[in-house]
Structures are given as structure tokens and as C-alpha cells.
């Protein structure tokens, strides 16, 4: 009987994390992978552990307490994350706003330029 594994991208990933590696040093190591890879890497680890009803349900709970969980960024959405945390609204309440988990806040604003050495601008990278 043929059980499933992790795809190597996500064997690698979470390799990676096992490591020590936070996600932005995997994107700066590995221009093959995004932040979108890791999320996948982790949610098909996931599945190996859970039953598929048990994902679904997980999945319908978090999008039920974060609407726009897991969908992709738009430009607007970019900007008002930009603006409020330039006027210093915390992770929490910008997710709250936004519809999206405060680890997506966190994640998006360091892809964004805005956690890292002179964090306080845009790097010009998109989706």
C-alpha cells in the first residue's frame, strides 16, 4: 500500500525550519521558494497527520475567524497594511481589519521591508 510523503519542495522547506531557518532566511537561501511554498509545505505536513475532514474542518474554522486567510494579497490591501502599521496599529488590530491571521500580518510586512535592518519602506516586491 503506497502511503503519502511530503513533495521534496516542502521536505526541503521544513528541513530548512528544522534547522533554525525563520522563513525570510528560506526565501533568501532558496529563490525557488516563496512564502506561499512554506505555508504549502506546512499545511501538507499537516495533512499527513490529520484526516481530510479534520483538515476541511480546521481550514472552515480559521476562514470562519479570518475570512481572507490564505488568499492572495491584493495591492490595495498592501497599501492599508503599509498605512496602519505607519500609524502604529498593532499586528492584531491590522488583522482584525483585514480579515487575515496576525501571523499573515507579520509575514506580508516583512516581505514588505517593513521587519527586517531598516525595515520602515516598501522593498518593491508583490505577490
Known amino acids: 500500500m503506497d502511503h503519502p510523503r511530503l513533495s521534496e519542495k516542502s521536505t526541503a522547506i521544513l528541513s530548512m525550519i528544522a534547522q533554525g531557518y525563520v522563513y525570510n532566511q528560506i526565501i533568501e537561501c532558496r529563490t525557488d521558494i516563496s512564502y506561499r511554498d512554506i505555508y504549502h509545505a506546512a499545511e ?3 495533512k499527513l497527520n490529520e484526516h481530510e475532514s479534520d483538515h476541511k474542518e480546521r481550514l472552515a474554522e480559521i476562514k470562519n475567524k479570518h475570512p481572507k486567510a490564505y488568499e492572495k494579497w491584493t495591492p490595495e490591501e498592501d497599501e ?3 498605512s496602519m502599521h505607519q500609524q502604529g496599529d498593532s499586528h492584531a488590530e491590522i488583522a482584525e481589519q483585514l480579515q487575515r491571521q496576525p501571523s499573515a500580518i507579520r509575514s506580508r510586512l516583512t516581505k514588505l521591508g517593513f ?4 525595515g520602515n519602506g516598501r522593498n518593491g516586491i508583490s505577490n
Open 44 to 46: 501538507e505536513a499537516l
Open 80 to 82: 492599508m497594511l503599509s
Open 115 to 118: 521587519n527586517g535592518p531598516g
